[in-house]
C-alpha cells in the first residue's frame, strides 16, 4: 500500500469548511484512497473513498487532483461533533489479504 | 445500517487467564479484521480472514490466534493474556470494495 502523509493537526471554525490534506504520492493506477475517522474512545468509522474521480457523500466530499497524488477531503459544515482524528489511507480496494495500516491521521479540532 | 458488534465494551483479565472476543457483523461480508489500538503506535493488524475457517496473520499475530466458523462471526482468542495485551481491540468487517466498517471496540486490562 502506498504510503500517506497528513498534517497532524488542524483547526477549523464551526460552521465553515473543513478542509483536510493527504498527499500520495506514491499511489498505484489500481489504488483507491479511503478516508476514516476516530473520535475519542470510539471504533474508526468509515467516510468516503475515491479512485480517480471526485466522490461525495452525506458526510463529505472527496476531492482527488487529476495526477492522483493528493486528496483533500472536505466538511462542509464542521459541527463540534466532527472533531476527531482523520485518516487518510490508499490501498487495492478489492477482496481482503489486503492489510490496511493506519498512520498517524489529522487531528482535527473544531472550535465554537 | 452497517453494524459490526462486539461482544464486551469493557473487560478486566488477570494473567494467565484465556480471553474471548468476539465479533459480529450483519453485513454477509466476507473480510474480517482485528486490530489493537494503542496511543502512539496507531491501529496495528493482529489477524484477518477472507473467508469461513480462512485466516492470515497480520502485523502483530503472536499471542493471538483466531477462528472464523460462520461467516458473520470473527473471534479474537487470547490463549494465556498477558499484561502487554492490555489495549484497545478493534473488529472490522470489509465487503469486496474496500471500506472497513469497524465495531465500537473492546478496551481490555490484564492484570
Known amino acids: ?112 | 445500517d452497517v453494524k459490526v458488534t462486539q461482544s464486551s465494551r469493557y473487560l478486566v483479565k488477570r494473567t494467565g487467564e484465556k480471553v474471548f472476543l468476539e465479533c459480529v457483523q450483519d453485513m454477509d461480508h466476507e473480510n474480517m479484521f482485528w486490530y489493537r489500538q494503542d496511543p502512539g503506535l496507531g491501529l496495528r493488524l493482529i489477524y484477518f480472514s477472507y473467508d469461513v475457517k480462512m485466516k492470515e496473520k497480520g502485523d502483530i499475530p503472536e499471542g493471538y490466534s483466531v477462528s472464523r466458523e460462520k461467516k458473520e462471526r470473527f473471534s479474537l482468542i487470547l490463549e494465556s493474556a498477558s499484561t502487554n495485551q492490555t489495549s484497545m481491540y478493534l473488529c472490522a468487517s470489509s465487503p469486496f470494495t474496500g471500506e472497513l466498517f469497524f465495531g465500537e471496540g473492546s478496551r481490555l486490562t490484564v492484570l
Open chain 1, 1 to 112: 500500500d502506498a504510503k500517506t502523509t497528513q498534517p497532524p493537526s488542524m483547526d477549523c471554525a464551526e460552521g465553515r469548511a473543513a478542509n483536510l490534506p493527504c498527499n500520495h504520492s506514491t499511489i498505484s493506477g489500481n489504488e483507491y484512497v479511503y478516508w476514516y475517522r476516530q473520535i475519542h474512545s470510539q471504533g474508526p468509522q468509515y467516510i468516503i473513498h475515491g479512485l480517480k474521480n471526485n466522490e461525495t457523500n452525506e458526510m463529505a466530499s472527496l476531492i482527488i487532483t487529476e495526477d492522483r497524488k493528493s486528496s483533500t477531503l472536505i466538511l462542509p459544515h464542521a459541527t463540534l461533533r466532527d472533531t476527531a482524528v482523520y485518516y487518510c489511507i490508499v490501498r487495492v480496494g478489492s477482496n481482503a489479504g489486503n492489510m490496511l495500516t493506519f498512520g498517524g491521521g489529522t487531528r482535527l479540532m473544531v472550535k465554537p
